[in-house]
Structures are given as structure tokens and as C-alpha cells.
Nanobody, 119 residues
């Protein structure tokens, strides 16, 4: 079973950058696609980005392409989300998730990390 712990959230001014990390434990991490999602106050959780188990393929929400970059270091069991040119509307709790090969669903979640972008 994979366990996920996010870190790197915080407060930043618009135009700034943050890098989120997701540390994974468990033997299925290296074979799991990984994703980032976010949930803003009063809104539903939305997809941000995902990366294949090998790191060879990455996909993004259309509205975030060019500003966010997902990557992974399987030697460190860590997934990253580099966020640049942040906007106030990026304010949300960001969650890391694993999509296990057995289920093909993002059904393992971290506890989330808060990102706040001020004008």
C-alpha cells in the first residue's frame, strides 16, 4: 500500500513560485502513475497534473499548461509540482494521489498542503 505525504505549501505573492513535494512509501509507488489535484474553498476537487510511473509522460489541466510542471524521482520516491507565475486563483489545498495498477484509479491520497497566493 502506498502512503503519501505532501509538503512545500505556503503563502506567496502573485507572480511567485512554489515547489510542492510528495513523499511516497510502499512497494507499489514505482509502478503507480502519480497525480496532483487541488481544491479551492467552496469548490470541487480538480485535476492539476499527472505523470506516468516511469516519468516518461505527463499531462496537465489545460488552464495550467506552461505554468505548472510535474516530475518524479523514483530513486527518492518523490513526486514534485513546480508552480510558477502563481495567481490568486491558484489558492487551494493541493493533494498528491497515486493511481495503482490494480485499480487504475486515483484512490490513495495524501493529507494535502495549503497554497495561498496573495494579490
Amino acid at each position: 500500500q502506498v502512503q503519501l505525504v505532501e509538503s512545500g505549501g505556503g503563502s506567496v505573492q502573485a507572480g511567485g513560485s512554489l515547489r510542492l513535494s510528495c513523499a511516497a512509501s510502499g512497494r507499489t509507488y514505482s509502478t503507480s502513475d502519480m497525480g496532483w489535484f487541488r481544491q479551492a474553498p467552496g469548490k470541487e476537487r480538480e485535476f492539476v497534473a499527472r505523470i506516468s510511473w516511469s516519468g516518461g509522460s505527463a499531462y496537465y489541466a489545460d488552464s495550467l499548461k506552461g505554468r505548472f510542471t510535474i516530475s518524479r524521482d523514483n530513486a527518492k520516491n518523490t513526486v514534485y509540482l513546480q508552480m510558477n507565475s502563481l495567481k490568486p486563483e491558484d489558492t487551494a489545498v493541493y493533494y498528491c494521489a497515486a493511481r495503482r495498477p490494480a485499480t487504475l484509479k486515483f484512490d490513495i491520497w495524501g493529507q494535502g498542503t495549503q497554497v495561498t497566493v496573495s494579490p
